[in-house]
Structure formats: structure tokens, C-alpha cells
């Protein structure tokens, strides 16, 4: 039945290989991730067990499609996730466990839009999932990067990095310098797809004629089922419209977030009511152990970090700290801004000029970064145990609520992965507001 028998459902790919191009082994392995692509959708394949079914990506530049001079259909390919098959990048060329993966190489593994050796284009989507893939379907330690959504029909103009129908298991991805009229970095039509240690960077969305939304990522209307975000990173995204980083439209699901960070996501159309610099909402969402700076909305705007125009939501462990919204306002309204009787549960958070009574458990105290202007978002240490004293300056540290960091939240860390609930100040809240966990010893 082949080399992918002989390796239990194994598909090796490295662009500079020179052995057989069948993906039996690295010194065998395709060259060209779609023809790895094509066998793993290949029926005799996908009987293997779904825990056998991978593809193993070597570091380097892999491009949807091969294409010299790119016709319109070229610049429809995409990688198309499988269910049951995972697909995982970071790796040297010489590993023999998917845990080696990352200790032999500090080199990307990329998938990108950018094709056409003798006349450049785009492709108007890097990676889809379709509605018929599970989590069973896994995308891996890739940077997803230069995809194209401005087409006019179907969804040619959605998820310029990654249009998503399904709810496919999405890890250790960097999804950056994509665009689209909605969604530049990430489109979810559909689905309850998972994202840990994902980062959603430098993304466009850029008409403005019902659209220019979700820079980073925008999930429609009736889109998501349970959509987690864990330990991720939105940063740089800017949309001509609502929703910087982030829009989330209409019916659906609650999206969380968890230990999440948003900085310098910008909403900026001009003389526009723009809303939501890193966050724009429509329905019920959950922040938990995130952190909202300088993010901003453009001239006559409100919720510079976060805007709920309707659906009641609740923020738990957050710092929003210096985001800005061109309107006018309260001062609060930069930070945060909810409308239409929005019912808003807030605690244990620091908010810049908080004026609304949110509750004693939540203060607009300086949280004390350590180096702000350089986008540095940990909290300084000043006067906390290992430093010689037993009151913290930050009014940050050990001021979240531990019973709001459970599973996940507190297996897996901060968004720098570090340790979480590290008592500084000897008193019963250990956890930090915030995405960043102070170290024990700081």
C-alpha cells in the first residue's frame, strides 16, 4: 500500500529535500505540501487510526500553489484541513517524536498566500476547514501569512489567512500580514474551533462599504458553538471599521478568552462611529486574565480596548490600561464601553479611570508595567515579597480571583506559558489581573 504504510500514516515534507519526493521519510519527503495534502485526504489514508495521521512540516516557506503566471482558480487553492489528520510544522528534518519538534530549529515554518514565480498574486485564502471538519482535524506550529481576501463573489472577500467552517484543533500559530473586507487574519463562517498560543498579527481589514471588520479575526453571525481562545495574542490588526483585533456579530455561542492579550489594535476609519478598538461584540462573551492596552478607536468612537454593543458579558482578572477612543465620553468609555442596557459583570479588574461602580473587588489604580513603552506587559515587582517588602506597588499583583483560573487557565500558564496563582503578597488572592503572571522570586 505504499510508503505511508510502512510509517503508520506518517507524511514527511521538507522543501529542500532531494530523496524519492513520497513523504516515507525525511530524506524522502515531498517538497511540495499540497502533494502531502492530496495523500493524507486519500481514503486508503484516512483509515488509519486519527492518532497515526500526520504531516510533518521541516521549516521553510510553503506556498498554496505552484503556479507561474496564477489564474483565478490558482488563486482559489488553499491548505484544506482534513478531519482526523494533523498537520504540525517547527520541525528540523531530523526528527524521529513530534515532542523533538522545535529543539533542533528557531526557523519558521510558513504557509503563505504570496504566489506566482513569474508574476506575482495572492491567494485569496491560506488554510480553510470546512464544515464536515472536527477537532479531530489539527493545524500545528505554522506562521500563516499574505493571504488575499478581495474577491467579489462567494467568500473571496472573507479570512484572507484562514476562512473556518469547522472546528478544527488550532495550536502554536502566528497569523499575520493577511487581508480581507472582514476577518484579514481569521473568517469563522461557522464551527467551535479551539486557539492556544495562537498570535493574530499586523492583519487588515480595509473596505469600508459593510465591511472593514475584524482585523484580526471575525466570527459571524451564528459562527461558533464553543469557541475558546487560550494564551493568545492580538496585536497591530487594524480594521476600517468595528473591531480592531477582534468582531464578534450577532447570534451564537459565547466566545472566551483567557489569558489573552490585546495591545495596539486599531478601529480607525475617520469621522466614523467606530467601536471597538481591540474588541467589538454583539453577543454574550467571557474574558478571563486578560490584559487591553493601547488599542484605539478612530475620531467620533467609543470602547477604545472593548465595546459591547449588546449581549451581557462578564470580565474577570482583566487589566484594560491607556486605550483610547476618539469621542465623546467618559474617560471610562476609552477603556470599556457598553450600550443598549448591556449587562456587564466586572471583577477583580483594574480599569484606566474607571468611573462606573463595578464592585469593591476592582480598582483603576496603576498597574505598573514593567516597560510600557515598549509593549512590555508584565507587572513590576516593586516592593513585593522578593523584593524586600510585603505590599506590592502594582495595584495588579495578587488582586485576581483564583476561583476564576481553574483547568486550562491555570495548567497551561500565563500567555508567556509561566506559572500561574504565584503568591507575592501573602495574602489569599495569588493570582496577578492581567495575561502575565509575576515570577516567583520577582
Given at each position: 500500500m505504499g510508503a505511508y504504510e510502512a510509517n503508520k500514516g506518517l507524511i514527511h515534507v521538507d522543501k529542500d529535500a532531494t530523496g524519492g519526493d513520497d513523504g516515507s521519510s525525511w530524506a524522502n519527503a515531498y517538497t511540495d505540501l499540497q502533494d502531502a495534502f492530496s495523500?493524507?485526504?486519500?481514503?486508503?489514508?484516512?483509515?488509519?487510526?486519527?492518532?497515526?495521521?500526520?504531516?510533518?512540516?521541516?521549516?521553510?516557506?510553503?506556498?498554496?500553489?505552484?503556479?507561474?503566471?496564477?489564474?483565478?482558480?490558482?488563486?482559489?487553492?488553499?491548505?484544506?484541513l482534513i478531519d482526523g489528520v494533523g498537520v504540525y510544522g517547527k520541525f528540523a528534518g531530523t526528527e524521529t517524536a513530534r515532542s523533538q519538534r522545535g529543539a533542533a530549529t528557531t526557523s519558521a515554518t510558513i504557509l503563505t498566500g504570496l504566489i506566482g514565480t513569474a508574476s506575482p498574486a495572492q491567494a485569496y485564502h491560506v488554510v480553510t476547514a470546512g464544515s464536515g471538519v472536527t477537532s479531530s482535524a489539527v493545524l500545528d506550529g505554522f506562521t500563516i501569512k499574505k493571504g488575499k481576501a478581495n474577491g467579489s463573489s462567494g467568500d473571496l472577500d472573507k479570512g484572507g489567512g484562514l476562512l473556518i467552517s469547522g472546528s478544527p484543533t488550532l495550536g502554536q500559530l502566528i497569523i499575520k500580514q493577511n487581508l480581507a473586507k472582514n476577518g484579514g487574519g481569521v473568517y469563522l463562517k461557522s464551527g467551535n474551533?479551539?486557539?492556544?498560543?495562537?498570535?493574530?498579527?499586523d492583519n487588515d481589514a480595509n473596505d469600508g462599504s459593510g465591511g472593514g471588520r475584524g482585523a484580526g479575526l471575525y466570527v459571524a453571525s451564528g459562527g461558533g458553538g464553543s469557541l475558546e481562545f487560550l494564551r493568545c495574542n492580538f496585536n497591530n490588526n487594524t480594521s476600517l471599521d468595528h473591531g480592531g483585533g477582534v468582531y464578534i456579530a450577532g447570534t451564537g455561542a459565547e466566545p472566551h478568552f483567557t489569558n489573552c492579550l490585546f495591545y495596539r489594535n486599531d478601529a480607525d476609519q475617520e469621522d466614523n462611529t467606530t467601536r471597538g478598538g481591540a474588541i467589538y461584540t454583539n453577543r454574550l462573551m467571557v474574558l478571563k486574565g486578560c490584559t487591553f492596552a493601547k488599542n484605539w478607536c478612530g475620531d467620533n468612537a467609543r470602547g477604545g480596548g472593548v465595546y459591547l454593543q449588546t449581549g451581557n458579558s462578564v470580565l474577570r482578572n482583566c487589566i484594560l490600561w491607556n486605550n483610547e477612543a476618539g469621542g465623546t465620553h467618559d474617560q471610562e468609555g476609552d477603556q470599556l464601553r457598553a450600550d443598549n442596557s448591556v449587562t456587564l459583570?466586572?471583577?477583580?479588574?483594574?480599569?484606566?479611570?474607571?468611573?462606573?461602580?463595578?464592585?469593591?473587588?476592582n480598582n483603576k489604580f496603576d498597574p505598573k508595567f514593567d516597560n510600557f513603552e515598549m509593549d512590555d506587559y508584565d507587572l513590576d515587582p516593586e516592593n513585593c515579597g522578593g523584593q524586600g517588602g510585603d505590599t506590592c506597588t502594582s495595584s495588579a499583583i495578587d488582586a485576581g480571583e483564583d476561583d476564576d483560573c481553574t483547568g486550562a487557565c491555570e495548567s497551561g500558564g500565563d500567555v508567556k506559558k509561566r506559572t500561574r496563582k504565584v503568591n507575592l503578597d501573602n495574602v489569599d488572592n495569588d493570582i496577578d489581573m492581567g495575561s502575565l503572571e509575576t515570577p516567583s522570586g520577582s
Open positions: 495523500q493524507a485526504g486519500d481514503d486508503t489514508f484516512a483509515d488509519y487510526d486519527p492518532a497515526a495521521c500526520e504531516v510533518w512540516v521541516a521549516e521553510g516557506t510553503y506556498k498554496t500553489s505552484s503556479c507561474s503566471i496564477c489564474s483565478d482558480g490558482d488563486k482559489q487553492e488553499s491548505f484544506e474551533p479551539t486557539f492556544t498560543d495562537c498570535a493574530f498579527i459583570t466586572v471583577t477583580n479588574s483594574c480599569i484606566m479611570e474607571m468611573s462606573t461602580d463595578w464592585g469593591d473587588t
